[in-house]
């Protein structure tokens, strides 16, 4: 399976990007997918990803009511609504697959696939 993100760039704060994450090589409709974002200095974290058995969708508490995960399994691929963007979201953002599971995965290592990521840099 190949994840590739894209869309990130440079912004200014305040601002709003879209990324996408494309797949293939694999039954895109059985994997869950999530986002994560690695800035400088800190671990990788979590940003959004959703639980498959019960609905609902996971959010950082410091992108929650800002970023919006969204799925079209038609295109194979994942996108990630990034509004009101702040300086604190520069980072790099990755996308990530692994086999349906009954809860939220926001561990990095629960995740199976990796894109190579994208960067995004938000000016103050």
């Known amino acids: 399976v190949q994840l590739q993100a894209s869309g990130g760039g440079l912004v200014q704060a305040g601002g709003s990007l879209r990324l996408s994450c494309a797949t293939s090589?694999?039954?895109?409709?059985?994997?869950?997918m999530g986002w994560f974002r690695q800035r400088p200095g800190k671990e990788r974290e979590c940003v959004a990803t959703?639980?498959?058995?019960?609905?609902?969708?996971y959010y950082a508490d410091s992108v929650k009511g800002r970023f919006t995960y969204s799925r079209d399994n038609a295109k194979n691929t994942v996108y990630l609504q990034m509004n009101g963007l702040k300086p604190e979201d520069t980072a790099v953002y990755y996308c990530?697959?692994?086999?349906?599971?009954?809860?939220?995965?926001?561990?990095?290592?629960?995740?199976?696939?990796w894109g190579r990521g994208t960067k995004v840099t938000v000016s103050s």
């Open positions: 990530a697959a692994r086999d349906r599971g009954p809860s939220y995965y926001t561990r990095s290592d629960a995740y199976t696939y």
């Open positions: 090589g694999g039954a895109f409709s059985t994997y869950l």
């Open positions: 959703v639980n498959w058995s019960g609905g609902g969708t």
